[in-house]
Each structure stands twice: as C-alpha cells, then as structure tokens.
C-alpha cells in the first residue's frame, strides 16, 4: 500500500512539476491557461507555444526521465548492488560514443546520431555481458567490468573530439552536456513507442527479477528461468538507457539515485520498478526546471544540473557504502 501512495505521489509531482515547466520560459503562462490549453481552449499563441514548443521537450524529460530510472532499478537489481547504474557500468558513454563517431567522423544529421547512440549503448551493453560472464553474472564481477569498460569507452570519446574539427568539435560537446533544449515531436514518439513496448515487458518480468535478488540457487528452486530473465531484462535495461541518451544526451546520475529514493520512500525491498520510473521522470523535469529558472538569465543544459547532484549523492553513496563494510 505505501509502495501504491508513493507511486501515486510521484506522479502528481510530475504532474504538476510539469505543467509549471510548461508555463516557464520568456513568455510565461500561468499554471490554469496551460491546463486550459492542454485540453484545447487555449487562444492561438498559447495554443502555438504550449503544444508546439514546450509540451514536446516536457514530454521527452518524462520519457527520458522514466526510462533512465527504469534501466538503473534493472541494473541495480541485477548486479545487487547499489553502484550497477548505467553512469558507472559505462552504457551512456557507450552511446556517447556511438553518436561521436557519426558527428565527428561522418558529420551526420540528427537522426543518423540518434542512431548511432543506440548502436554505441547495444555494443557497450553487449561487452560488458560477455567481459563478466563467469558461470553467469554476479554482482562486483559486473559492476568492476562495467567501470573498466566505462574507462575506456571516455577516453575513445576524448580521441574522437581531438580528431574532430571546430564546428564538430562543438556539436559534439552540446550533445555530451545532455539536454532537453530543442526538443520536438520527433524525439518524442520514438521514445514513447520504445517505452510502450519495454515498460510491459520488464513489469511482466519484474516477480522473476525480484526472485533472482534471493540468489540463483532459490531462484532456479522457484522454477525462474534465472538466464533467460536477466537477459531478458539486461537487454530491456541497455535499450532504455541508450534510448533516453540518444534523444537527450548523456544526462548522468538519473539512473543512479532514482532507484534508490525510489527504495527509501517505498521503505520496500525488490527492484520498486514503477516507482523507480516514476522518481526518474519527476527528477528529470524538476532539474530541467532549476536549469532554466534557478541560474537566473543563464540556463544550464540539464545535463549540468543532474551531474552536480548526482555527484553529490554517489559521494554519499560511497561514503554510506564503505561505513557500512560493503565496499
């Protein structure tokens, strides 16, 4: 019941965080015109800016936001361990370098770096599996390949930018920020298909999961086909996450603390998937908010604003981590 409340929080908080984003910008729009727009009594100007420029880039941060914090519940979940995001196993710089490879050495269009983000993630994802497999894969093992992994994947990305020339040199370092500027409906229905057919699948998945977290041993007792579901959803988890970055960059740490307020609200074991989602997305467009209103004139790609909190809390983690003899 309390896991229910807290989902259901979230998801007014989102809700509502949401709908103040929609009404920020140069010409702002109190909280009821953006209601009233958004079920189609808005006059034409309101009609043109919520719909067309802002409810895009709102409903990509939810998208982005709830993939990020559904792909680090399943690394989380599957490593056992509380460090098994795809900011420290290396998955977004994966697809980080992926999309530097089709702007630096290609020049390519928008789409073609979307693309390029999703192959770079599948590949990294793909040899990080097979780097840790050892009879399975199990916690540290994971997270330590991962983090190797992740190592040298950035420093591919830093040659890519030394060889890139000026104009593609800064493209490249806009879209490593990670941000939700710019945003329109085309970045959108790929994400919201991607999350309607992933979302499903890894909740239809998610008692096996919460099984595999007792241990292979009690698992296979259980009757759950232990490899077969955490392939299943490491792959779920991968596309999530390359996903989110190819439609907004790299925006670090969502995927990482998500979970774990998620975990600390629900004060309920397990993967807390559904609120991990929920968190995610409410993280993501509450930074978005601060990027643009909390720095004054100068807005921050959201990217910036995720970074330096969540580098503030994998501190803590650590910190909470090591305290406790866990690390």
């Not at 309607?196 to 007792?214: D, K, W």
Request: hydrophobic residues 55%; proline residues 4%.
């Amino acid at each position: 019941m309390r896991a229910f409340a807290v989902v259901v929080a979230l998801l007014l908080a989102a809700f509502t965080a949401s709908v103040v984003l929609i009404g920020t910008g140069d010409f702002p729009i109190p909280a009821v015109d953006v209601l009233r727009t958004l079920m189609g009594n808005g006059d034409a100007g309101q009609e043109f800016i919520v719909n067309e420029l802002r409810l895009p880039r709102v409903l990509v941060g939810l998208l982005v936001g709830a993939s990020l914090g559904l792909g680090g519940a399943l690394f989380q979940s599957i490593s056992r361990n509380p460090l098994g995001s795809p900011d420290v196993l290396g998955l977004a710089q994966g697809s980080t370098a992926g999309a530097l490879v089709v702007i630096v050495l290609f020049s390519g269009s928008a789409g073609q770096v979307t693309a390029g983000a999703l192959v770079g993630g599948l590949v990294t994802g793909l040899a990080i599996y097979l780097l840790a497999w050892k009879r399975g894969v199990h916690g540290y093992r994971f997270v330590l390949v991962g983090i190797g992994v992740s190592a040298i994947v950035t420093a591919v990305n830093g040659y890519l930018i030394t060889k890139a020339d000026l104009v593609d040199a800064a493209r490249a370092v806009v879209w490593m920020t990670g941000s939700l500027a710019g945003r329109d409906w085309s970045q959108v229905w790929p994400l919201l298909w991607m999350c309607a057919v992933l979302v499903p699948l890894v909740l239809a998945n998610a008692r096996g999961l919460r099984m595999t977290e007792m241990g292979d041993d009690v698992s296979y007792a259980l009757g759950v086909r232990v490899e077969r579901v955490r392939m299943l959803l490491m792959l779920a988890a991968v596309l999530l996450t390359a996903g989110a970055t190819a439609a907004a960059g790299p925006v670090g740490f969502v995927a990482l603390t998500a979970p774990r307020l998620a975990r600390r609200l629900t004060r309920s074991p397990g993967p807390n998937l559904a609120a991990s989602m929920c968190m995610g997305a409410t993280l993501l467009i509450t930074a978005d908010w601060a990027a643009q209103r909390a720095f004054g004139a100068d807005q921050l790609p959201v990217g910036v604003v995720t970074g330096v909190l969540g580098g503030v809390y994998l501190l803590w983690l650590l910190v909470t981590e090591r305290k406790a003899g866990r690390i």
